[in-house]
């Protein structure tokens, strides 16, 4: 991990670009805790060995020693040495021994004793390791097998993720209760609801609900009795819909060799051609490469679903040459009508478009949906039941999904068409093109998940592509597939990877250069970083909520400048969490942060206004409250000089009140 020394400065910069409104305090549910599994490790003398009756799967590891003679190396050592991935106080080892009288069996160093049982040929002993594992590389020796025709096959499952505390792993339960401090302040102060989940070294160590699941009316006042978010809660994952449905599945594809990402596209659909006329043409070199870097050429958000649009196409007729309200015809379009804007390899433009073409070229690979192809390869096989495409068609309820935009797709009413949606959403896809020309289901967007589940997703590439004994892709198609772009290191194969510090707004100052994830419109993160072995998934809803003021910019919602929706913030803080040190320099941080906060409204005057002074005042409310818990002199000290920078009112008067009832 990179040391801090940036950090205040990182974290000022988001603080400064935050600012939100006022509303009155809404009534906190109690958070539901996670529960908890021991991670305590067995005994090393206490190994578990038995036959095993049951069918295994597809493994991580999968070795018969002792190795054939041609595979041999003249180092020697090696040919009875293997690594594989695994985690502190878990794993199983399945043996299979043919013809065995005796064998020794190491795992780390540490004498595995199977007694008489390795003498049963040709059955499957399973194996207790949880007590001899480490974090990350661990190491299996077999030697001295007998007789000599005798062999034993290793088999070994993916890791999987358990629960537990964050002081299993050495992290900061202190410096994460603040984390939640400040959340909870922001929502008191407007933010509508979140959630967050955390995997370090494998073991699940946060799992939070924060908020409301609809935190406003449509008029924009708050509700009166709002429904609290659960850990079970769903959120319309936005753009991370790319990674977890899209990037899985070629990452699968291309691990069976259905797929290479050189392939051109017209060679999967051959009525992928440049629309008659185009001023810039190309479609017929485009590859699946092409799509995953978004150096394709397309346009970033064409409006297939408001009819009478007049720019996609380049042809300035009165006719939106692409309009469509249904799946096949919008396919038909990209394919056939969609010109390109610039020239490909030119620049990188995010662009849905080329996720939207990505889910189609999945499903003609595969001859399914993507969402039963997904469905059936990743989540079921995992047991995640709290992530899917449409959940209203697949067993869920409204309640069981945090609400989106107040009013449609109207931005409160300044952007009107044919076909929007009247009232709050919830349970179906906020984006347009997927809710509208999509049916709900597309490459671009879709998805919802809850935090933990979606992080038990993510812990997949950090075991290098599998998931207990489930094979889902091959390791080195993950790299192939994280690295970096030449001449764009924040661009992977559609990962947005951090680089030499060039994603660091989103994924935290102090995370490694090889860091990958993504973010969502909605107010979705997701951060996997290897070298920590760590994976952070940050979900709220931040547009449910007004917007800030329509005619100056209808996609700048109220929760969109809360410290909880710049995305860098929450891993800075979980980062900050690793480091083994107390909250002193977070405390200051946070006071520093009111003063230069109000400077620079002072400063910058048309960044004043009710939202931004609402921002002010929960972070006000954090110092006073931390002065008010630690009885500190020195956080008292800062709280009152943050307090005396506030501009004079209501709020500072009762903050002062508050500092002086402190000794």
Not at 23 to 34: K, L
Not at 41 to 53: D, G, H, K, T, W
Not at 531 to 541: G, R, S
Request: charged content about 20%; proline content about 5%; aromatic content about 8%.
């Amino acid at each position: 991990m990179k040391q801090s020394n940036k950090f205040l400065s990182i974290i000022m910069a988001l603080a400064i670009s935050a600012a939100t409104f006022g509303c009155s305090t809404p009534q906190v549910a109690p958070t539901p805790a996670p529960s908890s599994v021991s991670t305590a490790p067995q005994e090393e003398n206490a190994i578990v060995v038995s036959l095993y009756s049951g069918q295994l799967g597809e493994m991580q590891y999968d070795v018969t020693f002792p190795l054939p003679i041609k595979s041999l190396d003249t180092s020697l050592s090696i040919n009875n040495m293997k690594t594989f991935k695994g985690y502190k106080n878990q794993g199983q080892l399945y043996l299979i021994p043919t013809g065995v009288t005796s064998a020794e069996i190491f795992i780390n160093g540490k004498k595995l004793e199977t007694g008489d049982l390795l003498r049963e040929s040709g059955k499957t002993l399973v194996a207790d390791i949880s007590g001899m594992t480490n974090n990350e590389t661990n190491t299996i020796q077999v030697c001295n097998i007998e007789p000599a025709d005798a062999t034993i096959q290793i088999k070994i499952p993916y890791p999987t993720v358990m629960e537990g505390k964050p002081e299993d792993v050495g992290i900061s339960a202190e410096k994460l209760s603040l984390l939640d401090t400040l959340i909870q302040k922001e929502i008191d102060y407007g933010f509508p609801g979140a959630q967050l989940a955390i995997i370090k070294d494998g073991v699940l160590i946060k799992n939070t609900a924060y908020g409301y699941i609809n935190a406003y009316n449509p008029d924009g006042t708050p509700m009166e009795n709002p429904v609290a978010t659960t850990i079970d809660t769903m959120y319309d994952l936005a753009s991370n819909t790319k990674m977890y449905s899209v990037n899985y599945a070629l990452q699968k594809l291309v691990s069976e060799k259905k797929l290479d990402i050189k392939t051109k596209i017209v060679d999967i659909f051959p009525n992928f051609k440049d629309p008659a006329g185009a001023a810039i043409t190309g479609k017929a070199n485009l590859t699946v490469e092409d799509l995953l870097h978004h150096e394709a050429g397309f346009t970033p958000g064409p409006k297939f679903h408001i009819e009478d649009v007049d720019v996609d196409d380049k042809v300035e007729d009165g006719v939106n040459t692409i309009f469509s309200l249904d799946k096949a015809t919008t396919k038909t379009a990209i394919l056939e009508k969609l010109p390109l804007e610039y020239e490909p390899h030119t620049q990188a433009t995010y662009s849905d478009v080329d996720y939207m073409l990505l889910g189609f070229i999945i499903e003609e690979i595969t001859g399914q949906s993507l969402d039963a192809y997904v469905k059936e390869s990743f989540y079921t096989p995992m047991g995640l039941d709290h992530i899917t495409f449409a959940p209203l068609q697949n067993g869920f309820k409204k309640e069981d999904c945090a609400a989106t935009e107040l009013n449609g797709n109207s931005r409160d009413g300044v952007v009107s068409f044919k076909a929007n949606r009247t009232g709050t959403i919830q349970a179906e896809v906020h984006d347009e093109k997927a809710f509208y020309a999509m049916g709900g289901i597309s490459g671009h967007a879709g998805l919802f998940a809850n935090a933990n589940q979606l992080a038990k997703l993510c812990q997949v590439m950090l075991n290098g592509g599998g998931y207990g004994e489930h094979r889902f892709f091959e390791a080195k198609v993950i790299d192939q597939f994280t690295k970096p772009k030449d001449g764009n290191d924040s661009y992977g194969l559609g990962w947005r990877r951090n680089g030499p510090d060039v994603y660091e707004w989103a994924f935290g100052e102090q995370t490694a250069n090889g860091t990958y994830g993504h973010t969502g419109w909605t107010g979705t993160l997701t951060v996997i970083d290897p070298e920590e072995d760590l994976v952070i998934v940050w979900l709220t809803n931040a547009k449910n909520s007004p917007v800030i003021d329509p005619k100056a910019d209808k996609n700048l919602f109220y929760g969109d400048v809360f410290l909880s929706k710049c995305y860098g913030t929450i891993p800075t803080m979980v980062y900050e969490s690793l480091i083994d040190s107390s909250v002193d320099s977070m405390d200051a941080l946070f006071a520093q942060m009111v003063e230069d906060k109000e400077n620079v409204l002072v400063a910058r005057e048309k960044l004043r206004s009710k939202a931004s002074d609402q921002s002010l005042y929960a972070l006000a409310d954090l110092v006073v409250t931390r002065a008010e818990e630690t009885k500190s002199a020195e956080n008292k000290a800062r709280a009152e000089v943050a307090v005396t920078s506030l501009p004079d009112g209501a709020e500072k008067t009762a903050f002062t009140e508050r500092l002086k009832k402190l000794a």
